[in-house]
């Protein structure tokens, strides 16, 4: 943000609609995160622009087809985060298998019995990565070190590219549900993937299985998890 303003840029944090839209009217540029939604009336309004650049992964939040109507380019940086994806995928794999949150919060209460924090390790577990695409194959990569086995399914790819990350991809959804010890979620929010981890995908897992989605919330229908994780 600091290179921006140096070059006579305006920068805004946590404006409002009517902020967004007073601003927008004369940009030729518009560059946004995750949490500005970029609508088609905030895109109406724009009568100069010309690109909406996503400093970041996906453009979910971008109307897209209202740009488009427009002749406004929509761009984004997919691999800007793909490297610090992987490392909390390893670190959220890591303090579930060691009950690290939990065994945190028992120290706090003046407690201590490590026999309830024992955990698991995860050399000989199977990882399973929906979508191997870039955050999926780094997470991958380090996952070898772990001594694990690495299953996923992503109908875009390969066997050559699985082959050469020593991953196994699988048919279908259902088989890695069933086979993985940790599921981790990587896919786009779309209408196909919206609510693609359920009720019944839910029931499909382990027992003891562990659930990482790195990707868009909306992957996994809330509700249904809840359900799942107080039976």
Same mark, same amino acid.
Request: hydrophobic letters at 45%; proline letters at 2%.
């Given at each position: 943000?600091?290179?921006?303003?140096?070059?006579?840029?305006?920068?805004?944090?946590?404006?409002?609609?009517?902020?967004?839209?007073?601003?927008?009217?004369?940009?030729?540029?518009?560059?946004?995160?995750?949490?500005?939604?970029?609508?088609?009336?905030?895109?109406?309004? =724009?009568?100069?622009?010309?690109?909406?650049?996503?400093?970041?992964? %996906?453009? #979910?939040?971008?109307? @897209? $087809?209202?740009?488009? *109507?427009?002749?406004?380019?929509?761009?984004?940086?997919?691999?800007?985060?793909?490297?610090?994806?992987?490392?909390?995928?390893?670190?959220?794999?890591?303090?579930?298998a060691r009950r690290i949150p939990q065994a945190d919060r028992s120290v706090r209460r003046g407690e201590w019995d490590r026999k309830l924090f024992m955990g698991v390790e995860l050399?000989?577990?199977?990882?399973?990565?929906?979508?191997?695409?870039?955050?999926?194959?780094?997470?991958?990569?380090?996952?070898?070190?772990?001594?694990?086995?690495?299953? =996923?399914?992503?109908?875009?790819?390969?066997?050559?590219?699985?082959? %050469?990350? #020593?991953?196994?991809? @699988? $048919?279908?959804?259902? *088989?890695?549900?069933?086979?993985?010890?940790?599921?981790?979620?990587?896919?786009?929010?779309?209408?196909?993937?919206?609510?693609?981890?359920?009720?019944?995908?839910?029931k499909l897992m382990k027992e003891s299985a562990f659930l990482i989605n790195c990707a868009r919330g909306e992957v996994v229908d809330e509700e249904a998890l809840v359900r799942a994780?107080?039976?």
């Amino acid at each position: 943000m600091r290179k921006l303003e140096e070059l006579g840029e305006v920068v805004l944090e946590d404006a409002d609609e009517e902020g967004l839209r007073r601003h927008v009217r004369d940009a030729d540029a518009w560059v946004v995160r995750s949490g500005t939604q970029v609508t088609r009336e905030l895109i109406e309004e =724009a009568e100069n622009l010309k690109v909406i650049a996503r400093a970041g992964v %996906g453009v #979910d939040n971008i109307d @897209v $087809e209202a740009a488009t *109507e427009r002749g406004i380019v929509v761009v984004n940086a997919p691999e800007s985060s793909s490297i610090s994806v992987a490392e909390h995928t390893m670190s959220l794999m890591l303090v579930l298998a060691r009950r690290i949150p939990q065994a945190d919060r028992s120290v706090r209460r003046g407690e201590w019995d490590r026999k309830l924090f024992m955990g698991v390790e995860l050399a000989g577990k199977v990882l399973g990565v929906i979508e191997l695409g870039r955050i999926g194959r780094q997470v991958a990569k380090r996952t070898k070190a772990f001594e694990m086995e690495v299953i =996923a399914f992503d109908p875009y790819i390969s066997e050559e590219v699985a082959e %050469g990350l #020593d991953v196994e991809l @699988v $048919e279908d959804l259902d *088989e890695l549900l069933r086979r993985a010890d940790v599921v981790t979620i990587y896919v786009p929010l779309t209408d196909e993937t919206q609510g693609m981890i359920g009720e019944r995908e839910l029931k499909l897992m382990k027992e003891s299985a562990f659930l990482i989605n790195c990707a868009r919330g909306e992957v996994v229908d809330e509700e249904a998890l809840v359900r799942a994780c107080s039976c």
